[in-house]
């Protein structure tokens, strides 16, 4: 008999209809064609934040909130509970005393991927699901194909071409079929169309509903890391969203527990001026976006032109309070290079972007400098090692000296 841990997971929502699904079900979208949420039964709930505080450092410390039933089904390569850190003198210069980073670059597969692939492959094996695919810009295929590979599923794996070759070789270390498609991750999503044609279950951001409650753990540690509270504002650098989409759905679980109370933070979404569809639609006021056209940017992991959840995102900033803010390129790698030198933090492209954002949001009088900010740096930049703008010492002879 299946061993149940308490997990409070009662069935699926349509984010947008409201209709409700199996959740024992392999599922992925609504037949209105919008991303399916897991909602939870939090009445039967009755632990307390105490009994959070003894568990193991890692996300499955939450597991009334996340959906794996049965412990056995649970994949896991230690992730979660990543530092928040000050970043005291980058915050002191832009006038944001209390700027903290959670950095998600500590993670198992570098990045902040981790979390989704850990729930999602955790929850398809005990659906009796055997074989993955999806579209990827790097992170999330290097995830989902390492943690398949843990779990003893199969993994098809479409990237674009100029997907980091760092995450490529994750793909096929870890046993993933690998394809490279000249085009962006639109393309490969037509691919990988193909693949779950043939059967395969695709795992496509929001296109299943379970990568969501691995991501939404940012939320629950967020809060539980500064004493169950929150901070002001969270920054989230933003592509697919789901990050985004998740930390709101944390917070919203965490209020109605009442394991936190008060206003929740001011969501900040960030994309890159090269590719900001969510930007665009917020700044027009509409409920969607509408999918961007020539997108180009440095930070491969939000070059995402069209987002399927573009709707949660946009309700997730407004309902807060929040706003959304599109960087240039050149901006956010003088900023990674700065709070690497002057805080040891070495932040990804896209992490770096949130500090490009904040800047702007103090300069703006938006952010007043009195607010707690957290920013989110969602991977390591030693994954992207062709985005680093530095300059090579020069060269010295063997029995010279240091040219002090």
């Excluded at 961007?292 to 440095?298: F, I, L, P, S």
Aim: proline residues 6%; charged residues 20%; contains cysteine.
């Amino acid at each position: 008999m299946a061993e149940h841990w308490n997990s409070a997971l009662s069935h699926l929502e349509c984010g947008r209809c409201g209709t409700h699904y199996d959740a024992d079900k392999p599922q992925n979208l609504c037949e209105c064609g919008t991303p399916l949420l897991a909602r939870y039964d939090l009445d039967q709930i009755s632990i307390s934040t105490s009994d959070i505080a003894a568990r193991r450092p890692d996300l499955w410390r939450y597991r009334e909130l996340l959906p794996v039933r049965d412990r056995r089904h649970v994949v896991s390569l230690g992730e979660g509970m990543t530092p928040i850190l000050p970043l005291r003198s980058y915050g002191a210069r832009i006038g944001v005393p209390d700027l903290l980073v959670k950095d998600e670059g500590a993670l198992p597969t570098g990045s902040f991927k981790a979390r989704g692939a850990a729930v999602g492959v955790s929850r398809a094996l005990e659906l009796g699901i055997d074989r993955i695919t999806m579209p990827t810009n790097g992170n999330a295929g290097a995830a989902w194909a390492t943690y398949a590979a843990r779990a003893g599923l199969e993994s098809l794996i479409v990237m674009p071409q100029d997907a980091p070759k760092i995450t490529r070789m994750e793909c096929a270390l870890a046993g993933a079929r690998l394809y490279i498609v000249d085009g962006l991750i639109g393309d490969a999503g037509k691919l990988a169309a193909q693949a779950v044609a043939d059967g395969w279950f695709n795992t496509s951001t929001l296109k299943e509903p379970y990568r969501i409650e691995g991501k939404k753990t940012m939320g629950l540690e967020i809060a539980e890391q500064l004493g169950w509270r929150m901070p002001d504002v969270i920054v989230y650098p933003t592509g697919g969203g789901v990050g985004l989409i998740g930390i709101r759905k944390a917070l919203d679980e965490l209020l109605t527990l009442g394991w936190i109370t008060g206003k929740l933070p001011r969501l900040v979404a960030v994309q890159s001026s090269g590719v900001a569809p969510i930007v665009r639609a917020f700044e027009q006021g509409t409920d969607t976006a509408e999918p961007w056209e020539n997108a180009e940017t440095v930070a491969f992991g939000i070059n995402v032109p069209s987002a399927i959840g573009d709707f949660l995102i946009l309700s997730a900033i407004r309902d807060t309070g929040g706003t959304a803010v599109a960087v240039d390129d050149a901006e956010l790698l003088a900023a990674q290079a700065e709070c690497a030198s002057t805080e040891g933090v070495l932040m990804c492209p896209e992490g770096a972007a949130t500090l490009v954002a904040v800047t702007r949001l103090r300069s703006s009088g938006w952010l007043d400098g009195s607010e707690e900010v957290v920013v989110l740096n969602t991977g390591s930049d030693l994954k992207y090692p062709h985005t680093a703008t530095y300059d090579d010492p020069p060269l010295l002879a063997k029995d010279g000296e240091l040219p002090l």
